[in-house]
């Protein structure tokens, strides 16, 4: 009996001491299939997290044992990632974008027109904005002109801009309040005439002098598009978005926002190259909080090959004797790469058509030093000319946006000429030569799903399946490859591999639940997929 009881009690000391020795955590979540995305692209049942961050993976079984977790999550078998990484996208233009007239999806110019019409009986603007237009989409694939706007709103101000973002539409009182008439000097674009009078058509530069025209969103307008344009990110999985291009005043009021708690979502703020950014940020030190990190500058090289204004080494196929534009000289812009290689940020430059692309690449591989750590980036890397590969590697990145290529495919080959197209939407071709393929989807240029780039990079079609056979389909990325791409390759373009990108012990722990497996599942069903709940630091946003 003394034996018995002896052996009892040790071993209900040994059940206790197992007890104790359990470390602390805050969430352990189990019956999942997790794509860590760690270097031997593993999966495992279940993880832990602590104060914010992945503690451990492995089986729930083997967990339990040495973790008592607050809170136990059952996820079902449901498919688990990191949370998704916008590489190049406008974060706080998709907010303000809520406040304007939608133009996205419009089938023709009088579409356009009815929808201005209903927003203003609504809203009563003083000066009305908007975006999404495509005349690419409409049966008459011409700009349109100001005519009808003109008369329908004789003294109210429109501008609507195209969905690149790289051309508008103003009417007469919007150029008016410019001061813009057939006179008005420009450089970088395009100020249309037909027969010696304005069509209300701007391209790229003279944008700005509508812009300036325009009013400025007041603080607690520019509150409510930040938060409307996190929520929205939230629901589509997103945990860190690259904003591409925004000032000094949005960079501090994301971060006033951020340290009031207000603001959860990650942002990597690329600054606009103003002479204000650049004199205030690049004689520092990069600003780097767990949620915000400003360490680059984003440069504009050219306009958008959807309003020809990409810059060509030869002329357009459609338009002869066009050949698009570049937005400064190559002076300039060597003069503010030189400027940013001499600081500690990084230069993003938007390069699309491959006059410009090659302007950047030996541009950057004459001011990079071997051996330098800098990881500039070419933000869409669009049209590349086959001679000027070479260029890029894991210190010049190329940042692409899938849906751009299956938003284009239908005329792109008919401003570039069936040679030329094979140099562009070159995905597999760049990552092959980088090692590294970021991955964005440039909203509100388009949507913000993450469904749609892995569904564009993979498949190569629209949501119709078309083409049949895939669009430039030799191109196309692997599934592991395209969630790389919006996982750990889009954090090491922003230098934040060691913290964020998968599911490894000592990263935050960012990530989404799905409701259906987009490594599994059939290729079609992918740009269906829903977000079931997204998690930021282990606390559920979504």
Not at 170 to 183: F, H, K, R, S, V
Request: net charge negative.
């Amino acid at each position: 009996m003394k034996k018995l009881l002896l052996v009892l009690g040790l071993g209900i000391f040994l059940v206790s001491c197992n007890s104790e020795e359990k470390q602390e955590a805050d969430l352990l979540v189990y019956n999942a299939k997790v794509y860590t995305v760690n270097p031997d692209f593993e999966t495992s049942e279940a993880f832990v997290v602590k104060d914010g961050k992945f503690l451990a993976t492995g089986t729930a079984d083997v967990l339990k044992e040495k973790y008592k977790a607050k809170e136990s999550l059952d996820v079902g078998g449901k498919a688990v990632f990191p949370g998704f990484i916008d590489a190049h996208a406008h974060f706080f233009g998709l907010g303000l974008q809520q406040q304007k007239v939608d133009l996205t999806g419009t089938n023709s110019f009088e579409e356009v027109v009815e929808r201005i019409v209903d927003f203003q009986e609504e809203r009563d603007a003083d000066f009305i904005t908007g975006r999404g237009w495509d005349q690419n989409d409409w049966k008459v694939k011409e700009f349109p002109v100001k005519d009808t706007l003109d008369q329908l709103f004789p003294d109210t101000p429109i501008a609507i801009t195209r969905i690149d973002g790289h051309a508008l539409l103003a009417n007469q009182a919007a150029l008016d309040l410019a001061g813009i008439t057939t006179e008005t000097p420009f450089e970088g674009g395009d100020i249309e005439q037909k027969n010696g009078e304005l069509t209300g058509i701007l391209v790229d530069n003279p944008m700005g002098l509508i812009g300036n025209a325009q009013p400025a969103p007041s603080r607690k307008e520019q509150i409510t598009a930040l938060l409307e344009a996190q929520e929205i990110c939230f629901s589509y999985g997103l945990t860190t978005v690259d904003d591409a291009g925004i000032n000094k005043s949005t960079v501090e009021l994301i971060d006033s926002l951020q340290q009031a708690g207000d603001m959860k979502i990650r942002i990597y703020a690329m600054l606009s190259n103003t002479t204000e950014n650049l004199d205030h940020y690049l004689d520092k030190d990069p600003i780097k909080t767990e949620r915000l990190n400003v360490r680059s500058v984003k440069f504009y090289g050219d306009g958008a090959l959807g309003s020809r204004g990409a810059a060509l080494k030869e002329e357009y196929s459609d338009r002869p004797g066009h050949f698009g534009a570049l937005l400064s000289s190559p002076e300039e812009f060597k003069k503010t790469a030189e400027r940013v290689a001499n600081s500690k940020f990084q230069l993003n430059t938007h390069a699309i058509g491959d006059s410009a692309n090659y302007l950047v690449l030996e541009t950057y591989d004459k001011l990079l030093q071997k051996g330098e750590d800098r990881r500039w980036r070419i933000e869409h890397s669009q049209v590349i000319d086959e001679e000027d590969f070479k260029y890029f590697s894991k210190n010049i990145i190329p940042s692409v946006q899938p849906t751009h290529a299956t938003s284009d495919m239908y005329w792109a080959e008919d401003r570039l000429g069936e040679e030329r197209i094979k140099g562009a939407y070159a995905y597999k071709k760049l990552l092959d030569q980088a090692g590294v393929l970021p991955l964005g989807t440039d909203f509100p240029v388009e949507q913000v799903s993450p469904f749609l780039t892995f569904y564009a990079a993979t498949a190569r079609q629209d949501t119709d399946q078309y083409p049949e056979a895939g669009f430039m389909k030799d191109q196309a990325l692997s599934r592991e490859e395209t969630l790389k791409g919006m996982t750990i390759w889009a954090a090491y373009a922003n230098f934040e591999e060691e913290e964020k990108g998968s599911i490894e012990a000592g990263k935050f722990a960012d990530f989404i639940i799905l409701d259906k497996n987009i490594m599994e599942i059939d290729e079609q069903e992918i740009p269906e997929v829903k977000v079931l709940e997204t998690y930021v630091n282990g606390e559920k946003v979504n």
